[in-house]
């Protein structure tokens, strides 16, 4: 056991030096503190008056990583984006350069590369979501909004890193079937408008909440934080959800509890089945 943890972790070192020695992976980590500053300090500086400010509520830090970072603009850009940057080479590109061969002459074998390369991915997830609720923090005091509800902390830290891997999660199943690493960016984001496009389609023809809108890959994790930390505000009560529908709109109220359940089931799910699947193609996987 002690021999299979120390490869393990040999593994996810060498993925880790690899992973912070590409340039895009530091140019993503700037990204994102911009993106976090820029929701949380410039936009409620530059378009509220201090009156308005005041008004954001001392759980501001939570809804600028809810509902601004990973559902505004683009549900999920920034998620894929993180996600993509970490993981849309770390299989593919290996084989296809030949770049795996040390490790694979190593007594090692692929289920203890596919582990250790997971294991790292959580870790550099864990780095970015630092960042994330770190710029979060500092916003909120910046904007005359002082953080609050401090002790949800902890789970809105998870639920961030449960946004980043799982999208890290679908790289890894598409690098382990896609030789060409921009190839696989590109099914990534062509993933995501499609599911997107299920998920507002649900939305329209069911005109009003429907479990399964939280089944859809993607969308689910990237509307992962708001529902932790909205179930998190009020655990015994009740949520609105507005559905449009052929030009009308209904608001409904809907169990946190409810939400919240189905939330994480599909989420735990699908990350079951990506890493699963994940891990057959990459043992099918010879170099090239």
């Known amino acids: 056991m002690s021999n299979t943890m120390s490869r393990l972790f040999a593994v996810a070192r060498y993925e880790f030096i690899w992973d912070f020695r590409k340039y895009r992976t530091i140019v993503m980590l700037f990204v994102l503190l911009l993106a976090t500053a820029g929701y949380g300090i410039l936009q409620p500086i530059l378009l509220l008056t201090p009156a308005q400010r005041l008004a954001l509520g001392n759980n501001w830090w939570m809804k600028v990583i809810g ?12 998620p894929l ?3 993509g940057t970490l993981a849309t080479d770390s299989i593919s590109q290996e084989f296809d350069k030949g770049w795996i061969v040390p490790l694979l002459s190593q007594p090692i074998s692929k289920a203890e590369i596919y582990a250790g390369k997971v294991f790292e991915k959580v870790i550099m997830c864990c780095i970015f979501s630092l960042v994330v609720i770190t710029v979060s ?13 401090l002790n949800l902390l902890p789970y809105i830290f998870l639920s961030v890193v449960v946004t980043f891997f799982g999208f890290a999660a679908i790289a890894l199943l598409l690098s382990s079937l896609i030789k060409n690493s921009s190839v696989v960016f590109g099914s990534m984001l062509g993933l995501l408008v499609l599911l997107i496009i299920v998920y507002f389609a649900v939305v329209f023809y069911s005109n009003g909440y429907n479990p399964w809108m939280n089944a859809v890959p993607m969308i689910n994790e990237s509307m992962f934080p708001s529902v932790i ?12 959800f507005d559905a449009s529908s052929f030009g009308v709109t209904k608001t409904e109220s809907i169990s946190a509890l409810s939400i919240f359940s189905s939330s ?10 990506v890493l699963s699947v994940g891990f057959y193609f990459f043992r099918k996987r010879e170099v090239v």
């Open 137 to 149: 923090l500092v916003a909120s005091y910046v904007v005359d909004s002082p953080a609050s509800y």
């Open 229 to 240: 930390g909205q179930y998190m505000l009020n655990p015994n009560g009740n949520l609105p």
């Open 81 to 83: 984006m993180v996600g």
């Open 264 to 273: 994480i089931i599909s989420v735990l799910v699908e990350l079951g089945l």
């Open 67 to 78: 509902q601004y970072l990973f559902t505004r603009v683009v549900i999920g850009l920034l």
